[in-house]
């Protein structure tokens, strides 16, 4: 009597730390995904920051570039 009621306070225990690594498991792997959605989404932005401020230095300098031609 006394072995089968620990055999199932074990398996409720097993049951319950099985339950609860699944949710921490569950719950990492969603932290794992926002934080390489971040890190893509703040990566496109410096991508197209860049860009933008490459394409603006461009048309400074070709334009100073047409000016010193002038002279």
């Given at each position: 009597?006394?072995?089968?009621?620990?055999?199932?306070?074990?398996?409720?225990?097993?049951?319950?730390?099985?339950?609860?690594?699944?949710?921490?498991?569950?719950?990492?792997?969603n932290?794992?995904?926002?934080?390489?959605?971040?890190?893509?989404?703040?990566?496109?932005?410096?991508?197209?920051?860049?860009?933008?401020?490459?394409?603006?230095f461009?048309?400074?300098?070709?334009?100073?570039?047409?000016?010193?031609?002038?002279?």
């Amino acid at each position: 009597m006394l072995v089968r009621d620990g055999e199932r306070r074990f398996r409720e225990w097993h049951g319950e730390f099985l339950r609860y690594q699944g949710e921490f498991l569950k719950d990492q792997h969603n932290r794992i995904r926002e934080l390489e959605n971040l890190r893509k989404s703040i990566y496109a932005d410096h991508k197209r920051r860049s860009q933008e401020s490459r394409d603006e230095f461009l048309r400074y300098y070709y334009k100073f570039l047409a000016e010193m031609r002038r002279y």
